[in-house]
């Protein structure tokens, strides 16, 4: 950071003069002040000039605007009121990646918002995660460099570089290989991603010596293996996209070259001159959705609604496909879901079966399904350091509502005799019950929209 000019300093004196903490250092500001207009051959007469100086000198030693992207004013072909953004996004993708109509609709819907995500207060993040490599999840991320508004250069890039990228002004952020970081890059990108979300968002750092602020706020698309780079409150933030290879039969239309992307270029052309003028509806209809779920999905509803009722209802259908995926994997619902399968595989299938607790976390930890993750369980947050949960973690998981699973003392069959003692169980009957709650809770959670097939554009 380049060191403050004379007048910029005489500022940093005077603000030291008239608001100074104590009197003490008011005092000290104003002799400091004083020897620097004596030292300038200067007087108190002109300190307003002074002042107005460092306010030019200020606007002067701000960064450069984000370079301009050429094809913010380029000519497209698609002028015909019958395209919308979203139809020309989903279309597009289409060609070059093949993924669920759910993922393909939020991914369309995320590019198209990044283009005018800074009219809403909350930027949702996408995550593409497979189980293995050559899952096209690369691949989504550079055709989304030729879609997003104004997207870093760099797929792997340092916390740095990042923080210098955003200084420049809104942007999208497009990272790589997530489950490849280090400790500290980790640490940082989950700063990032977990304050960044916000409009207004602002994050300081130590600079030469000096504190910079720097807005923070954009939308992010992060790729990487498995999934569990991001901790339970990251993933609250974000839409998490599964990615699966291509079959023979699914192959997409077009191979991706970065030296043949002149239709996405065009698309790109369309997003920028349709974004300049639009407004959207800053409280697009969120029936259905709660809490975080509802302000990540409001930006990208509000794009669907501007594209037409047919793309409206097919987004809506989308995000719920995410909603009730999101609710299922809950830590509560889980322990309830996974519970039952831990009774079922012991065999024990009457409501009055029980299972001590100790057992029962011996199993918790152990089972083997795709979404236990019991043996690595990061609390109820999702923010503690992963480890196996233990007896009291689980007891408070079959407490919270709508489970109202609670241990309670059981005595061996038979005659109790000196010595004996009682142990903690579980009944199979709590956990059935406890499924009954949830899903009526689904349901009253109101009917889902149909899926509408949208025209083509």
Same mark, same amino acid.
């Given at each position: ?22 009197? $003490?250092?008011?005092?000290? &500001? ?12 200067? %007087? ?23 370079? $301009? ?14 395209? /919308?953004?979203? *139809?020309?996004?989903? *279309?597009?993708?289409? !060609? ?10 939020? @991914? ?5 918002? /990044? ?18 490599? =050559?899952?096209?999840? %690369? ?16 797929? +792997? ?31 940082? +990108? ?33 790729? &990487?293996?498995? *999934? ?7 993933? $609250?933030?974000? #839409? ?27 698309? @790109? ?9 639009? !407004? ?42 995410? %909603? =009730? ?9 889980? #322990?309830? !879901? ?18 001590? /607790?100790? +057992? ?24 503690? @350091? ?11 998981? *079959? ?26 169980? @579980?009944?199979? &009957? ?15 959670? &109101? ?11």
């Amino acid at each position: 950071m380049a060191k403050n000019t004379p007048s910029q300093h005489f500022r940093d004196l005077f603000n030291r003069y008239i608001a100074g903490s104590t009197e $003490s250092e008011r005092a000290e &500001g104003e002799k400091a002040m004083d020897r620097w207009l004596k030292r300038h051959g200067k %007087s108190r007469i002109d300190a307003p000039a002074e002042l107005a100086q460092a306010v030019a000198d200020d606007k002067a030693s701000q960064p450069p605007p984000p370079p $301009s992207d050429p094809r913010d004013a380029q000519p497209h072909p698609f002028e015909d009121p019958r395209f /919308t953004p979203v *139809g020309l996004v989903h *279309g597009i993708v289409g !060609k070059y990646l093949t993924m669920e109509w759910y993922v393909q609709v939020i @991914y369309s819907l995320w590019i198209v918002f /990044t283009h005018i995500y800074t009219q809403f207060e909350i930027a949702p993040r996408l995550v593409m995660v497979s189980e293995g490599p =050559d899952s096209g999840k %690369s691949t989504a991320r550079k055709v989304a460099s030729h879609l997003v508004y104004r997207p870093n250069a760099e797929a +792997l890039i340092t916390a740095a570089a990042l923080r210098e990228y955003l200084d420049q002004g809104p942007g999208t952020v497009l990272l790589d290989e997530l489950d490849y970081l280090d400790t500290d890059a980790r640490r940082e +990108l989950l700063k990032l991603w977990n304050h960044g979300h916000e409009r207004r968002a602002k994050m300081s750092w130590m600079v030469g010596g000096k504190r910079k602020s720097v807005d923070i706020h954009a939308p992010i698309l992060g790729a &990487g293996v498995g *999934g569990d780079f991001l901790e339970r409150t990251q993933a $609250s933030r974000t #839409f998490r996209l599964d990615m699966e290879p291509y079959t023979e039969e699914t192959r997409p239309e077009r191979r991706y070259d970065s030296n043949d992307v002149g239709d996405l270029n065009q698309v @790109y052309s369309f997003l920028r001159n349709w974004a300049r003028t639009v !407004k959207l509806s800053p409280k697009p209809d969120t029936t259905g959705l709660i809490r975080r779920f509802e302000d990540n999905a409001r930006g990208l509803l509000a794009v669907a609604d501007a594209c037409g009722p047919d793309w409206s209802k097919l987004a809506r259908d989308a995000i719920m496909v995410f %909603s =009730d995926r999101e609710k299922a994997e809950q830590p509560h619902f889980l #322990f309830v !879901k996974h519970g039952l399968a831990i009774f079922d595989a012991a065999g024990l299938d009457q409501v009055s079966d029980v299972m001590s /607790t100790v +057992l029962f976390n011996r199993e918790l930890r152990l089972l083997d399904l795709p979404d236990a993750r019991w043996s690595r369980y990061r609390g109820a947050g999702g923010m503690a @350091y992963p480890h196996p949960i233990t007896v009291p973690e689980q007891a408070v998981l *079959g407490r919270r509502k709508p489970n109202k699973i609670v241990s309670f003392s059981h005595w061996p069959a038979g005659k109790r005799v000196p010595g004996m003692s009682s142990t903690k169980v @579980y009944r199979r &009957g709590d956990f059935e019950a406890s499924l009954r709650r949830h899903e009526a809770a689904q349901e009253r959670a &109101g009917p889902r929209l149909h899926l509408v097939k949208p025209t083509t554009d």
